[in-house]
């Protein structure tokens, strides 16, 4: 398509940061670039409709880690960087709440919980023996005991006696956490263009060019958050993860609330008023779950079906309502990658499974390398 003068001048000239991706990430990059650079142009580029990633796709868990899962980190993390991870992800939420406020992303902190299978006794073992020094090493970062041992009183089947329980951990709803995410950058004059998907770029150390497609433009700093599409970027450093969702109709007489991990985070469950939202099951078949396509498995599906119905919906009649499924970034490390590629491109990925939390930090951390 041919642009006009007037399009040309008004959103592809004198671009001073153009970021690609418009997931948490990409949109918290440039609020902290509008509040260092009031007067810059800065303009997001999205290739889907919506953010199509993980951003609007995710579970919602304003959590920092399960103690499996901090357990598990501390085998290939060192003590302080786990700390430090945590430190991150909690800051992050605190950012996030301070941006939006509570009311905007209905904040819920009704706490989270983790359930160990029956037939998962070493794990089940393992965290109770190991919860008095997990709480020792968090204990500087809440002034309280993160963890603690809890009764099942939620009617689940199959599992062990106990439950372990984080009050610090909350729920929010995604939608309305990103609706008011990209109300806020069009607030403060952030040009965003969907169904942009940038091609290659090139780096003439004055400036960049963004190529999408048949179209060109030059920015002076080009800004990557493009998570679990990030591969060829960073040589490798992040690989995509599909995960898959699937939601219950409103569930009569449902006394379930909160954020519930099990399987080490591989499955992770919620209440959304009176729907269960449950996710999870890369862990069946990696190889399938590594890709940038969306969609649905077999496998997984009756995975999901089979916890929901015998382990946390035994005694309820209820119908799936809706599946989808989000693609994340990882990588060999939980550590983010916020980076610069050349003279005047960055990047910020990586996110894992926790960039509710995290993502408000890296979008700034980001925007902070940018200079
Ligand atoms: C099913 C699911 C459940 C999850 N649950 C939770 C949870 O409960 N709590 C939690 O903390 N985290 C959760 N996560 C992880 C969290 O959602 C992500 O870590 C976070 O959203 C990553 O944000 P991002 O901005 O880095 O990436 P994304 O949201 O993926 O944004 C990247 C964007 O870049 C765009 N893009 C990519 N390539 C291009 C290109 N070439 N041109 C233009 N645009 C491009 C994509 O379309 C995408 O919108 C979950 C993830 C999934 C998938």
């Excluded at 969702?245 to 609330?257: C, F, G, H, M, S």
């Excluded at 919906?313 to 610069?340: F, T």
């Amino acid at each position: 398509m041919q642009l006009s003068y007037w399009e040309l001048k008004n959103w592809f000239t004198n671009i001073d940061y153009a970021i690609v991706g418009s997931g948490i990430v990409g949109l918290h990059a440039a609020l902290r670039l509008r509040e260092k650079f009031p007067e810059s142009k800065i303009l997001v580029l999205e290739k889907g409709m919506l953010p199509q990633g993980a951003s609007t796709k995710n579970a919602g868990f304003a959590c920092f880690g399960s103690i499996s899962e901090i357990i598990d980190d501390l085998k290939s993390h060192s003590e302080e960087e786990v700390v430090n991870l945590v430190q991150k992800r909690w800051q992050g939420l605190q950012l996030l709440r301070k941006r939006l406020g509570d009311e905007a992303i209905d904040f819920r902190p009704h706490g989270g919980y983790e359930l160990f299978l029956k037939s998962d006794d070493s794990c089940y073992a393992e965290c109770l023996n190991k919860l008095p020094f997990i709480n020792e090493i968090l204990k500087p970062l809440f002034k309280a005991d993160v963890f603690a041992k809890q009764v099942d009183r939620f009617d689940f089947k199959g599992i062990q006696d106990y439950l372990i329980f984080n009050p610090f951990e909350a729920q929010i709803d995604t939608g309305n956490m990103m609706q008011a995410l990209l109300k806020e950058a069009v607030a403060q004059n952030i040009l965003i263009l969907n169904q942009q998907t940038v091609s290659s770029y090139s780096d003439t150390k004055n400036g960049v060019e963004v190529v999408l497609g048949e179209f060109s433009f030059v920015a002076k700093k080009l800004l990557f958050a493009t998570n679990g599409f990030a591969n060829a970027l960073t040589n490798g450093g992040v690989k995509p993860a599909r995960a898959q969702v699937v939601i219950t109709e409103p569930i009569a007489n449902l006394d379930i609330k909160g954020t519930f991990h099990l399987d080490r985070g591989y499955y992770y469950f919620r209440n959304i008023g009176d729907r269960i939202l449950l996710g999870g099951g890369r862990n069946l078949d990696f190889d399938a779950e590594t890709t940038t396509e969306f969609g649905q498995t077999e496998i997984v599906q009756n995975k999901l079906e089979q916890l929901l119905k015998e382990v946390i919906l035994p005694n309820h009649e209820y119908q799936i309502a809706h599946r989808w499924s989000g693609i994340m970034g990882i990588g060999n490390s939980k550590k983010p990658i916020v980076s610069q590629l050349s003279d005047n491109v960055y990047c910020g990925v990586r996110l894992g499974g926790m960039g509710v939390a995290i993502g408000s930090l890296i979008g700034q951390e980001l925007a902070d390398i940018v200079v």
